[in-house]
Every structure is written in C-alpha cells, then in structure tokens.
C-alpha cells in the first residue's frame, strides 16, 4: 500500500497501472520503469482522482459508458493510433478491455462536468482582462511567429475569454484540490517506488 | 514517517523470475496485535491454491485496508517449494483505551484535562491525534498559567484487543504571576475600578476560573449601572518568558446607558431583573425589547390580571445627551380568578384523560388566582382535539364556552370545554411485511395498532417508531420501517401495513474492560448487561454503565462500541472506567447557641440549663473498593460539648447480588450530656439492611445492641441506685423513608416522611421490654416568589409490653426526650416533659407530639430570610395522656398538655445550609416543682420551691429546623 484515502487504499499496483494509463491516454507506450519523482506525481493525481469521484458522488453526477461525450473520446483516442490494430495491441499491453476503458473515460467525463458545475461559476473573466491578454500576450505571440496584422479584438474575444475561464478554473481547482486533501483524510507512505527487492 | 511497505511481488516481477502464476500454497496474516487469518478470510481474495494474480492482491489489500482494522498493510510474496507463499503484513489501527492525566497541578482537574484532550474511548489514534491532544492539554494548562508545563506522552498497548491506554504526564512548573491588567475599547470607567470589581490581584495566578469569574462581575457591575448592553472579553493574554509573568489584556464596551421602567403597574426592581430578556440576555435589541411585552403581560396575568398587556416604547436621546428609557406601559385590566373548568360530551374519554390537556391552571393554595389566558386557552382546545384524534375520533371538535361571573362573582373565571366526539375510527387489519417471525414474536403485543384498537396517524407513527426501536435494540442498528394506512371504509376501519427492511444485524464480538487497577473483573463482570454473541443492543449499554456507576466506585464508566465508525457487524463492546479514590476523608463541623447543660458534672447548675455555644466537629475517613470489591469501610467521630461519638461501620452493596439491597455493620462508642439529667455512655453494635425502592424510598430493617450507663444523675436520690444501674437494650425494628423534597438542606417544595418502630425484647437479651414507634411527616409549599410554607408533624410512643413495670418499664436514657433547635422551640435543648419533682430536671416520656408550622420568606437573591413558626406539643407521661387539646397546666406537677411558642427567625443562606438565629415566645411554658434540699428523697414543704421554664429562648443554629 502507498497511500489511503479515507478508507480506500491506493496499491502500488494501483499507481503503476495509472502511470501505464496516462500514457496509453497520451498514445505513448512506457519503455523502462518510471522513476520515483514520475511515480509520485502520478501517485498524487490518483489521489486527487479519488477526492474528486467522492465529490462526483456526492453531487449524484453520473455519465454513462454510451455518453455521447465519451464516444467522442473514444473516438479522439483511437485516432492517435496508426491503425485499429495498433490501438489493439496497445489495449491489450495494458491489461484493459474496451469496456474497462470506456468507464474509465465515463469517471473522467464525470470528473471534467464536476469541475465546471462547480468552478465555472466562480471564474469570471472581466472585459478588462479580455483586453490585456490580447495586448500583452495574443498580439506578441503572433508577431513573434511573423504575422504582423493580428485580428481584431472583436474576433477573437470569445476564444480568449475561454482561454482565461480555463485558466481561472485551473487556478480554483488547485486551491479546490488543497482544501479537499487538507479536509480529507490522505495518508501517504512513503516512495511510490516499487523497489523492495532491489 | 511511515515506513515503505510495498507490493514486494511486483518488485520481484521486475528483477527475479516472476512469482505472478505460481500457485500459492500458504496465506498468512502477520500483524502486530493479535488478529488472525480467519478473521479475514472473507476480505481475503487471493485465495491458495490459486495463481498469484496482482488483481487479487491489490484487491485483498484494499479490502482489508477498508475494514478500518489496520494503519498499513502491504502483501509479499515468497518462493515456498514449487509454489509460493503469500504474507500480508500489517500494522494494526490501535484505538484509544483509558486517558489519564498524571500529575496535574492543583487547579487544573486531571479528568477534565483528559475529557479535554479529545480522545474518545474506542475511536481510532494516530500520531497526529495523540500530537493534538498534547497540545489541547498544554493549551489548557496555559490557560491556567501554566505556561512553562510540558507534557510527555506514553501508551500501553493491549495487543489481545488493540486498545491503547494513553498517559499523560504533566510537568507544571511554576504557575505565571500576573503582571498587570490593560482594558481596552471603552470601558467608561476607570481601570482601578473595573480591577476591584473583577477582583483580579496582581502577583496572583490567573487561572480559567478567576478569568470568567471576574468577567462575570464585570458584567454585573454594568448591569447594576444599567449598561445593559455592556460586553467584556478576555481579549489577549502576553506572557513574559523571562519574568514568568503574563499581562491581561481585557475588551470593555460599556455600551449605553438604558434605564428601564415599568408604568401602569407595580413591579419590584429585583422581580423586574430576574424576568426581563433584557437583563437576562444583557442585550437591548429591538427583538430582545419586544420580547420582553409577552414576558411582563405573563407576569401580570399570574397574579390574576388576566386580560394585562404590556407596550413598549423606546426613547433613545442623541448621543451623549443621557441615558435611553425604554418603558413598558402596562394595562391591566379588571382583576380576576380563574375558578376551574370542566368538560361536556366527552363519552368516550374520561374527563381524568382530559385534564393532562388543559393548560390552564384554577386557583390553588400556590397559586391563588389561577393561571388563565387566551393563548392558554386556545392551547388547551388544541391539545384536547389532538387527544381525540390520537384515540381515533379524527373529526373530534372542542368549543369552549367562558363564564366569566361564575356562581356570580365578578372577575370569577369558569370554563366548560364543549366536546363533539364524532365517530371513532378502529383497526381493522394490522400486518408486518419484512419481518422474521422469530422476530415477530419477540415484539409481543406491545402495539397500539391492532384490531379493534382505535386508529390515529399518530399512534401508528408511534407503532413505528416502536418497532424501530425494537428492531435497534435487537442489533439491526441500520433497520428502516415505513407505514401505509388504507382508505377508511364506511364503517370508519382502516388497514395498516408496516413494511419493515432489517439491514444487518450487529453482534457482540467481545467486551473488554478497561481501567480497573483495583476493582476486581468478577465484580464488573456480574454488572455488565452484554454478553459476547448477543445482538448488539443500546439499551443494554445504558443499563450496564447505570449499573456500574451504581456500585458508587467509579469516578466515569463509559460503554462504547470500538471503531463506531468501521462497517464491521461484530462490534467490540468497551466498558472504560476511572475508579474513585479509594481513600477519603471528609470533615466538617457546626455551631449550637442555645441553652445548654454546662461543661463538666450538672452538679450546681440550674434545671433549666445556661446559654453556651457548642462547636461541632466531624470527621470521616473511608476506604471503598475493599479487596477489589465495592464494599467501605468507615470511621467516623462526632464531636461537641456535648457529645463525642466514635463509630466505624462496614458496608455492603447489593448484598447477596440484589441490587439496591444493603448490609451494614456498625459498632460505636458514644459519651453524650446533651440532657440536662444525667451523662450517659453507650456501646452499641447494629445490623442493618436496607432495600432502595427508587429515588425516593427506601426501607430498612435492624437489629440493635446496646450497653447504656448513665452518671451524674439529677433525679430523687431514692431513684438514682435503680436508674445509674447499666442496662442492656436488645431491638429489632425498621425504617421506612419517603423523600421528595426538591432539596434536603432547604426544601421549597415536596414532602418528606419517615416511620420508624423497634421493639426491645427481654428474649433477645434487653433489660426491658418496651417499643418505640416515631412517625414524622412534612410538607413544603411554595406560595409565591418569595413565600414558602414549610410543616412538619412528629408523633411517637414508647408502649411497655411483657413483664416489664409500666411505670419505670423503659430505661432512662431510653425514653422519648424533645425540644432545642431541631424539635420544639418553645423548650431548650430536651427539655420538654415530665421533671422529677425534687430535682426539677426533664425526665423524658413514653409518647411526644409536635407540629410546627413556619411561613419562610427568602430576601434579596436569597442570602436573607425572615422566618414566622409556630411550634406546638409536648413530651408525655405516656400514650394514655396525649393532651392535645388542652393547652393549660393544671398545677406545676402536671406536664401532660399541649405547650405552643411562636416565634421570628433570621436566616442568612451559605454554601452549607442557611445560618439561623430563632427567637421563640411561649405563653403556656410549664412550670415545675424543685426541692432546694436535693438530697432529700422527700421534699419538706417549705423546702419547695415552683420554677417556670423561660417563656423566651433564643437558639442560633445551622440549617433549617426542618
């Protein structure tokens, strides 16, 4: 065991099996063992994963394995795969059946909806902000990739305004995440690594 | 830091030939406390002879890391034979046992440090609970100065239940002084005053109390200014390392001035304090203001003002320019007295039934206009009409009709509740579903909804509740129960389904008992009322931690189950307890001034005794918990002027294993001169057993043997051979007593009865057969505020039976003697009755009667109080010459009449017991014969001489008469 979440255990299992997801997710494949800091950090993202699907719970949030939403992350996924075949094999490298994977993506699903149930409300962006972000930041990003006539404001203020609101979520979820571990009762043991052998 | 446990097997996958698929061929479970495989078996996945598979491993370890059993767990494996052998190695969760705070300082109470500590019996530890009650525990020692204590931590651990028992040991150090007081905010006072008021002392040590206790007198000081509003907090506490001392920094708001009156009706300052919101909740918010209309018209409307309202108004002048008025303007109305009520149409319920409803309240001795309104009114047709409904009359109806001339007197109040009872509805069909039929049966007929019965929503409700509770009691703490009634039919009978889903049932896996040092497990043991493989029952524990703390041994006894919060059935059932001190020892002490036999022989003195003071002092030492058991042992000695008494007993509770039944054993040794006549010396040895029935009553039954010599006799000479003699009293007899009073040290209300009666048998070795039967009642009557009517009533006779002579037949100091400060006041200390005619001294009766009757007025806040008694009877020659009617002598030699004093008392109330000084007045004090040759078995007449008793006697005492 590396870590407790209340009464649920996190196993080192657990975590190498998240570490091999992440990346499958990614369309990469793991060469060697993951070190300890890669380890860790993972071990913190299931431990975050775990608080978030106790809220998802308790906001009765529920998504379906045949949601629309997760079909077209299904379908998103396979197509970072050279072929159906290679996305195939690399399913059956990780141990998981279409099924498991597709709950899976249904947690996921349900965990993004929490987080805007819950953040977007809070993260409002001002008209201000819009503007600052196009000055400082939008025009010089373009101007330094060559493009000299930057659209107008006008045409790209629903795009930034996005950009801002998911910054803002990230923000809150951050602090969200702290409040829930120092609430919740997380215990963790020690390395994540998987050496006792060794 | 934890160490690191790993899954050992996935290591070895990734740098041995992998262990995954090997069969395995042994499943072990290595735990540092005594818990086994078979215990969890069931959360076990990876069963043997099975491939090892990391699913099943990940699987088992969170399903026995979920049962709450364990802090850390980790699985490995290791090559055995052909196959392999699967460890699970744990750390088990230890969960807190006995808390004791050792070594406390003086003003910190150790049980109150560990209750503050925050660990709680049977709840789950860790290092970072055990870290936070230290600091609760240092925090608490700060706030009573301590500010240099340091705690140390250590644990005995009970591996056989994984129960903790947690010490904490206190290291004190010198207390803080304070330094100085700094008030901040406005106080609008000066700093010297405020100090003086709150009584706090620099170079003292600010404990918890003194803190509180000065705000509070802080906040009474503002009160008695009429700065009602006025706040006072504690707001920092600096403390000087290097000094040791601390200065108090305090936060005053005065708040402004509010004055409050009252128009249109009379109401002392002091009643008005004690009711008004305003003062009580020291806040003159609009609300608090309001709220204080319904309180001042209630007040009213109890004195007979019925109709009396009250308004506010509210004058509050710019600032600075004087204080705010609030004043309540008070109507009245006519003055009345609420007579009774009765009821009309009620055929189905007994008007007894009914009158639990009504809230109002006629006319009584204590209440003597009556409790009446219309809010009360309103109140009582509500709670009629929902009696009815409860017995199935659904469209039951009540009208009340008020007469306000009844039996025509004006403002005499009568009220008739009009009943239209309807139709009534009954069961017709009462079923069960989800209920086994074992557990149907135990149940019982202990429902109100059955056929037949009648039918309400709120006795089904309450059928609902009972089942549950039932159902609880029985171990299904998780049981749910919904109802569903049918549709009436035309013959008002309706069908009730109770659909009942049981949940799990929890069982007693075990009781572990915890914190007894001295008192032996058989002792406790024989108390507990859950037994391991019984269902898990509330009541049952209640009742065991009732039981023990009626061994009167224990400090604290709690009854819990381990880890409440853990989803395992098979509950573990703590009793913690924290045993008293087995050594005590208790003092005391008290003063007579009264008229008193002098010090030393009664030689010279006159029959009618001096006025002394007699000291009292008590001492008891007592060892409890005897060889483990819950039996004491005592030694007691009374001593005063005119007494010394030494005795040392040997209790025994629940005596042969019946509760509420006990043995006592008693040998005393007494010298008293607390009658006039003679100095007497006793040894007695007493049995008693007695049977608690409640609270309230209790009966016991003894046996008495005594060895009485008397001394220094003041009688005829001719009789003292007879009576100096020795005597030997031999008794069997028994005691009943009935208490209800609300307070026994000064009762305001309830009642008191006591009979007792023994009999003296030559057969069981007594000099003399004779009885004593004393019965005394007494009754306490509050009649208002500050009036409170207090009586008593002694009778008692000495019958002689056998052979015994009648007329000498009961020993000297054997017989009845009254009067003093705790019986009739018209007399001194045993002074009332027969007197020998030569020497004039008391010597007692064969039967006495007393009735006292006394009006008790308690003063300001009840420190003062003024008594009026009147106190009457007498001590007789015997049963045959009660005279209780007749209140003349009839010559110095006739003493058997009805003596009567009345008298003004001052009380001053203590912590002890009100301080009293009694004056008594008695126009009949008798009068008697004396020779003044007392030498002489044969008074010459010229030698005679008739004295009277003082009409005046002045007696200051502790606590009431009575």
Not at chain 2, 415 to 427: K, L
Not at chain 2, 775 to 787: A, C, F, I, P
Not at chain 2, 878 to 895: A, H
């Given at each position: 065991m590396v870590a407790a979440v209340g009464n649920t255990a996190v196993t080192a299992s657990d975590v190498e099996r998240e570490y091999r997801l992440e990346l499958f997710l990614d369309g990469k494949e793991p060469e060697n063992d993951a070190d300890d800091a890669t380890l860790k950090q993972v071990r913190q993202r299931l431990i975050d994963r775990i608080l978030l699907e106790d809220e998802e719970r308790a906001d009765a949030i529920e998504v379906s394995p045949d949601d629309p939403a997760v079909a077209a992350r299904w379908a998103g996924l396979q197509k970072r795969f050279p072929s159906a075949e290679a996305f195939a094999g690399a399913l059956k490298k990780l141990g998981m059946s279409e099924g498991a994977l597709k709950e899976v993506l249904a947690e996921e699903e349900g965990i993004l909806r929490l987080i805007d149930q819950r953040l977007r409300p809070q993260a409002v962006v001002e008209p201000s902000d819009i503007e600052a972000y196009y000055h400082r930041t939008f025009v010089p990003s373009l101007e330094q990739k060559g493009n000299q006539q930057p659209p107008p404001l006008s045409d790209v203020e629903s795009r930034i305004r996005e950009i801002l609101v998911q910054q803002k979520i990230d923000s809150l979820l951050d602090e969200w995440l702290k409040g829930l571990r120092n609430r919740g009762d997380v215990r963790v043991f020690g390395s994540a690594e998987t050496g006792g052998a060794r | 830091?934890?160490?690191?446990?790993?899954?050992?097997?996935?290591?070895?996958?990734?740098?041995?030939?992998?262990?995954?698929?090997?069969?395995?061929?042994?499943?072990?479970?290595?735990?540092?406390?005594?818990?086994?495989?078979?215990?969890?078996?069931?959360?076990?996945?990876?069963?043997?002879?099975?491939?090892?598979?990391?699913?099943?491993?990940?699987?088992?370890?969170?399903?026995?890391?979920?049962?709450?059993?364990?802090?850390?767990?980790?699985?490995?494996?290791?090559?055995?034979?052909?196959?392999?052998?699967?460890?699970?190695?744990?750390?088990?969760?230890?969960?807190?046992?006995?808390?004791?705070?050792?070594?406390?300082?003086?003003?910190?109470?150790?049980?109150?440090?560990?209750?503050?500590?925050?660990?709680?019996?049977?709840?789950?530890?860790?290092?970072?609970?055990?870290?936070?009650?230290?600091?609760?525990?240092?925090?608490?020692?700060?706030?009573?100065?301590?500010?240099?204590?340091?705690?140390?931590?250590?644990?005995?651990?009970?591996?056989?239940?994984?129960?903790?028992?947690?010490?904490?040991?206190?290291?004190?150090?010198?207390?803080?002084?304070?330094?100085?007081?700094?008030?901040?905010?406005?106080?609008?006072?000066?700093?010297?005053?405020?100090?003086?008021?709150?009584?706090?002392?620099?170079?003292?040590?600010?404990?918890?109390?003194?803190?509180?206790?000065?705000?509070?007198?802080?906040?009474?000081?503002?009160?008695?200014?009429?700065?009602?509003?006025?706040?006072?907090?504690?707001?920092?506490?600096?403390?000087?390392?290097?000094?040791?001392?601390?200065?108090?920094?305090?936060?005053?708001?005065?708040?402004?001035?509010?004055?409050?009156?009252?128009?249109?009706?009379?109401?002392?300052?002091?009643?008005?304090?004690?009711?008004?919101?305003?003062?009580?909740?020291?806040?003159?918010?609009?609300?608090?203001?309001?709220?204080?209309?319904?309180?001042?018209?209630?007040?009213?409307?109890?004195?007979?003002?019925?109709?009396?309202?009250?308004?506010?108004?509210?004058?509050?002048?710019?600032?600075?320019?004087?204080?705010?008025?609030?004043?309540?303007?008070?109507?009245?109305?006519?003055?009345?007295?609420?007579?009774?009520?009765?009821?009309?149409?009620?055929?189905?319920?007994?008007?007894?039934?009914?009158?639990?409803?009504?809230?109002?309240?006629?006319?009584?001795?204590?209440?003597?206009?009556?409790?009446?309104?219309?809010?009360?009114?309103?109140?009582?047709?509500?709670?009629?009409?929902?009696?009815?409904?409860?017995?199935?009359?659904?469209?039951?109806?009540?009208?009340?009709?008020?007469?306000?001339?009844?039996?025509?007197?004006?403002?005499?109040?009568?009220?008739?509740?009009?009943?239209?009872?309807?139709?009534?509805?009954?069961?017709?069909?009462?079923?069960?579903?989800?209920?086994?039929?074992?557990?149907?049966?135990?149940?019982?007929?202990?429902?109100?909804?059955?056929?037949?019965?009648?039918?309400?929503?709120?006795?089904?409700?309450?059928?609902?509740?009972?089942?549950?509770?039932?159902?609880?009691?029985?171990?299904?703490?998780?049981?749910?129960?919904?109802?569903?009634?049918?549709?009436?039919?035309?013959?008002?009978?309706?069908?009730?389904?109770?659909?009942?889903?049981?949940?799990?049932?929890?069982?007693?896996?075990?009781?572990v008992v915890l914190g007894n040092d001295f008192t032996r497990e058989s002792v406790i043991n024989k108390e507990l009322s859950v037994a391991a493989g019984e269902a898990l029952n509330g009541s049952s524990l209640l009742q065991t931690q009732q039981r023990l703390y009626d061994l009167g041994i224990f400090n604290q006894v709690q009854v819990t189950t381990q880890n409440p919060a853990g989803s395992s059935t098979d509950e573990t059932v703590l009793v913690g307890v924290e045993e008293a001190k087995r050594w005590t020892l208790g003092y005391g002490g008290g003063l007579d001034v009264q008229r008193l036999p002098s010090n030393g022989s009664s030689q010279g003195q006159a029959p009618t005794g001096q006025y002394g003071v007699s000291p009292r002092v008590s001492l008891e030492l007592d060892r409890i918990d005897l060889d483990g058991r819950p039996q004491t042992y005592s030694l007691t000695g009374h001593f005063s002027n005119l007494e010394k008494i030494g005795s040392t007993s040997y209790t025994i509770p629940s005596f042969l294993g019946h509760p509420g039944l006990e043995l006592r054993i008693t040998g005393l040794e007494d010298q008293s001169r607390n009658v006039l006549t003679f100095n007497s010396q006793r040894q007695e040895l007493a049995v008693a057993l007695q049977k608690r029935y409640s609270q309230h009553s209790s009966l016991l039954a003894r046996y008495n043997f005594r060895h009485v010599t008397v001394s220094n006799l003041q009688i005829n000479p001719a009789e003292v051979p007879l009576l100096s003699q020795g005597v030997l009293v031999a008794t069997v007899g028994g005691s009943y007593v009935n208490d209800h009073r609300d307070n026994p040290v000064d009762a305001t209300r309830g009642s008191y009865s006591t009979l007792d009666a023994d009999v003296a048998w030559t057969g069981l070795g007594s000099s003399a057969d004779f009885g004593r039967i004393i019965g005394q009642n007494s009754t306490y009557y509050r009649l208002g505020s500050h009036v409170i009517l207090a009586r008593n009533t002694r009778a008692g006779v000495e019958p002689v039976y056998g052979h015994t002579d009648v007329d000498q037949g009961v020993p000297l100091p054997e017989r009845l003697f009254m009067g003093g400060s705790d019986s009739d006041r018209a007399f001194s200390l045993n002074e009332a009755g027969p007197r020998d005619p030569i020497t004039g001294y008391p010597l007692g009766g064969k039967a006495l009667f007393l009735n006292q009757v006394e009006l008790r007025f308690p003063l300001e806040q009840n420190h003062l109080g003024l008594v009026l008694f009147e106190d009457a009877g007498n001590v007789f020659s015997s049963p045959r010459l009660f005279r209780l009617l007749k209140f003349v002598q009839n010559g110095p030699t006739d003493f058997n009449y009805d003596v009567q004093a009345g008298g003004l008392g001052l009380r001053y109330n203590t912590p002890v017991g009100p301080i009293r000084f009694d004056v008594a007045y008695s126009p009949n004090i008798p009068s008697f014969l004396a020779c003044t040759n007392q030498t002489v078995s044969a008074c010459p007449g010229s030698d005679v001489e008739v004295l009277r008793l003082p009409r005046f006697e002045f007696v200051l005492s502790v606590g009431q008469s009575f």
């Amino acid at each position: 065991m590396v870590a407790a979440v209340g009464n649920t255990a996190v196993t080192a299992s657990d975590v190498e099996r998240e570490y091999r997801l992440e990346l499958f997710l990614d369309g990469k494949e793991p060469e060697n063992d993951a070190d300890d800091a890669t380890l860790k950090q993972v071990r913190q993202r299931l431990i975050d994963r775990i608080l978030l699907e106790d809220e998802e719970r308790a906001d009765a949030i529920e998504v379906s394995p045949d949601d629309p939403a997760v079909a077209a992350r299904w379908a998103g996924l396979q197509k970072r795969f050279p072929s159906a075949e290679a996305f195939a094999g690399a399913l059956k490298k990780l141990g998981m059946s279409e099924g498991a994977l597709k709950e899976v993506l249904a947690e996921e699903e349900g965990i993004l909806r929490l987080i805007d149930q819950r953040l977007r409300p809070q993260a409002v962006v001002e008209p201000s902000d819009i503007e600052a972000y196009y000055h400082r930041t939008f025009v010089p990003s373009l101007e330094q990739k060559g493009n000299q006539q930057p659209p107008p404001l006008s045409d790209v203020e629903s795009r930034i305004r996005e950009i801002l609101v998911q910054q803002k979520i990230d923000s809150l979820l951050d602090e969200w995440l702290k409040g829930l571990r120092n609430r919740g009762d997380v215990r963790v043991f020690g390395s994540a690594e998987t050496g006792g052998a060794r | 830091m934890l160490a690191v446990f790993t899954l050992a097997g996935a290591a070895l996958a990734a740098h041995t030939p992998s262990l995954w698929g090997r069969t395995v061929v042994d499943v072990r479970l290595q735990a540092d406390a005594e818990l086994t495989f078979s215990q969890f078996a069931a959360q076990i996945v990876q069963q043997k002879n099975q491939p090892l598979d990391p699913s099943k491993i990940s699987a088992s370890l969170k399903n026995l890391y979920a049962t709450g059993r364990f802090v850390e767990l980790a699985a490995e494996a290791e090559p055995q034979g052909a196959g392999v052998a699967l460890i699970f190695r744990a750390r088990a969760q230890y969960f807190v046992g006995v808390v004791r705070v050792e070594r406390a300082p003086s003003n910190a109470d150790p049980a109150a440090l560990a209750s503050g500590a925050g660990l709680r019996l049977g709840q789950p530890y860790s290092e970072e609970s055990l870290n936070a009650a230290k600091a609760k525990i240092l925090a608490a020692l700060a706030s009573n100065a301590y500010y240099r204590a340091t705690v140390d931590v250590s644990e005995q651990r009970h591996p056989e239940s994984e129960e903790s028992d947690i010490f904490f040991t206190v290291s004190a150090g010198r207390p803080a002084r304070l330094a100085g007081i700094d008030f901040t905010g406005s106080p609008g006072a000066p700093a010297a005053t405020l100090v003086r008021e709150a009584r706090w002392k620099t170079g003292a040590e600010m404990t918890q109390a003194r803190l509180q206790h000065g705000l509070s007198r802080l906040h009474a000081f503002y009160l008695k200014h009429d700065h009602l509003e006025a706040s006072a907090t504690a707001e920092k506490r600096s403390y000087d390392q290097r000094t040791n001392t601390e200065r108090l920094t305090v936060k005053v708001d005065a708040g402004p001035e509010i004055r409050v009156r009252v128009a249109g009706a009379h109401i002392s300052a002091s009643e008005l304090r004690s009711i008004l919101p305003a003062y009580l909740e020291s806040s003159a918010d609009p609300l608090t203001l309001q709220d204080g209309q319904a309180v001042l018209a209630n007040y009213f409307k109890d004195r007979g003002y019925f109709a009396a309202m009250a308004k506010l108004s509210n004058e509050v002048p710019p600032a600075g320019q004087g204080a705010q008025t609030v004043t309540y303007t008070v109507d009245l109305g006519p003055r009345g007295r609420f007579v009774g009520y009765r009821f009309q149409g009620n055929r189905s319920v007994p008007a007894n039934d009914l009158t639990g409803a009504v809230l109002l309240q006629p006319s009584a001795l204590d209440l003597r206009r009556g409790r009446f309104d219309q809010d009360l009114l309103d109140r009582s047709v509500q709670a009629i009409t929902a009696l009815y409904q409860t017995r199935g009359f659904a469209d039951a109806k009540v009208v009340p009709s008020l007469d306000s001339t009844y039996q025509e007197q004006t403002g005499h109040l009568f009220v008739t509740f009009n009943i239209e009872e309807g139709a009534q509805a009954h069961v017709r069909k009462m079923t069960i579903v989800g209920m086994s039929e074992d557990l149907r049966k135990g149940l019982g007929s202990s429902l109100l909804t059955a056929p037949g019965q009648p039918y309400s929503p709120a006795r089904a409700r309450g059928d609902r509740d009972s089942i549950l509770s039932y159902l609880v009691n029985h171990g299904y703490e998780g049981a749910d129960v919904q109802w569903h009634p049918s549709e009436p039919t035309a013959g008002h009978e309706v069908d009730v389904e109770y659909g009942v889903q049981t949940g799990v049932k929890e069982t007693v896996a075990r009781v572990v008992v915890l914190g007894n040092d001295f008192t032996r497990e058989s002792v406790i043991n024989k108390e507990l009322s859950v037994a391991a493989g019984e269902a898990l029952n509330g009541s049952s524990l209640l009742q065991t931690q009732q039981r023990l703390y009626d061994l009167g041994i224990f400090n604290q006894v709690q009854v819990t189950t381990q880890n409440p919060a853990g989803s395992s059935t098979d509950e573990t059932v703590l009793v913690g307890v924290e045993e008293a001190k087995r050594w005590t020892l208790g003092y005391g002490g008290g003063l007579d001034v009264q008229r008193l036999p002098s010090n030393g022989s009664s030689q010279g003195q006159a029959p009618t005794g001096q006025y002394g003071v007699s000291p009292r002092v008590s001492l008891e030492l007592d060892r409890i918990d005897l060889d483990g058991r819950p039996q004491t042992y005592s030694l007691t000695g009374h001593f005063s002027n005119l007494e010394k008494i030494g005795s040392t007993s040997y209790t025994i509770p629940s005596f042969l294993g019946h509760p509420g039944l006990e043995l006592r054993i008693t040998g005393l040794e007494d010298q008293s001169r607390n009658v006039l006549t003679f100095n007497s010396q006793r040894q007695e040895l007493a049995v008693a057993l007695q049977k608690r029935y409640s609270q309230h009553s209790s009966l016991l039954a003894r046996y008495n043997f005594r060895h009485v010599t008397v001394s220094n006799l003041q009688i005829n000479p001719a009789e003292v051979p007879l009576l100096s003699q020795g005597v030997l009293v031999a008794t069997v007899g028994g005691s009943y007593v009935n208490d209800h009073r609300d307070n026994p040290v000064d009762a305001t209300r309830g009642s008191y009865s006591t009979l007792d009666a023994d009999v003296a048998w030559t057969g069981l070795g007594s000099s003399a057969d004779f009885g004593r039967i004393i019965g005394q009642n007494s009754t306490y009557y509050r009649l208002g505020s500050h009036v409170i009517l207090a009586r008593n009533t002694r009778a008692g006779v000495e019958p002689v039976y056998g052979h015994t002579d009648v007329d000498q037949g009961v020993p000297l100091p054997e017989r009845l003697f009254m009067g003093g400060s705790d019986s009739d006041r018209a007399f001194s200390l045993n002074e009332a009755g027969p007197r020998d005619p030569i020497t004039g001294y008391p010597l007692g009766g064969k039967a006495l009667f007393l009735n006292q009757v006394e009006l008790r007025f308690p003063l300001e806040q009840n420190h003062l109080g003024l008594v009026l008694f009147e106190d009457a009877g007498n001590v007789f020659s015997s049963p045959r010459l009660f005279r209780l009617l007749k209140f003349v002598q009839n010559g110095p030699t006739d003493f058997n009449y009805d003596v009567q004093a009345g008298g003004l008392g001052l009380r001053y109330n203590t912590p002890v017991g009100p301080i009293r000084f009694d004056v008594a007045y008695s126009p009949n004090i008798p009068s008697f014969l004396a020779c003044t040759n007392q030498t002489v078995s044969a008074c010459p007449g010229s030698d005679v001489e008739v004295l009277r008793l003082p009409r005046f006697e002045f007696v200051l005492s502790v606590g009431q008469s009575f």
